[in-house]
């Protein structure tokens, strides 16, 4: 009796191991289908993903939208030191000294900047970074997306150019009326 209760017993767990492994084959290809959509939509945007494992100082990854906003092929992103260098001599200092304390205190954040693209020219950008943790809290990975905002950058300093302008023409104005008054 004892034996066949264990029989019993174990044919249950078998068919609910089976039960699971069906299911888990099912859900296979969604999880993949899932992968290609996310990396479709990752790489028709115009944001330009990227990863670099931190213990390695290594990018992971880098989406190809980095060929059309920089000129730099994919393969040419491979540690940090190809982020760095590429950044104008300005402000690089500034700017990799930011996103390594942020990075090392564990905080996500924000860096605008020039990027030397390959043509010569410097485009701007701004980089979304994620910090990812371990387990244990200590970091693993940078994750984020670079974006080009070089006519936002224009836009802006045409806005500050006209303020001067009439600021000036204001003060023309306003020293033309003082000098009508006298």
């Known amino acids: 009796s004892t034996r066949k209760e264990s029989s019993a017993a174990s044919d249950v ?3 609910q191991k089976l ?4 299911k888990m084959n099912d859900i ?7 992968s290609s959509v996310y990396k479709t939509l990752l790489e028709s945007t115009k944001a330009i993903p990227w990863k670099i494992d931190w213990a390695t100082m290594q990018f992971t990854y880098i989406g190809p939208q980095i060929e059309g906003v920089l000129g730099w092929p994919q393969d040419s992103w491979v540690t940090v030191n190809d982020w760095a260098s590429r950044i104008h001599p300005d ?6 000294n930011f996103c390594v304390a942020q990075s090392q205190a564990g905080a996500d954040h924000e860096a605008d900047y020039r990027a030397l693209a390959q ?3 410097y485009v701007w950008i701004r980089d979304v970074v994620h910090v990812a943790r371990k387990p244990d809290g200590s970091v693993d990975a940078l994750i984020g997306f670079m974006f080009d905002i070089n006519e ?5 300093a045409k806005l500050i150019d006209m303020q001067k302008e009439l600021e000036t ?3 023309y104005t306003s020293d033309a009326a003082d000098d009508s008054l006298r």
Not at 91 to 96: F, K, L, S
């Open 169 to 171: 023409c204001l003060l």
């Open 91 to 96: 402000e690089r200092d500034a700017i990799v």
């Open 19 to 22: 039960s699971k492994l069906e």
């Open 119 to 121: 043509n010569g020219e």
């Open 13 to 15: 767990y078998k068919r």
């Open 152 to 156: 936002r950058k224009k836009t802006e």
């Open 28 to 34: 296979a290809p969604k999880v993949e289908l899932d």
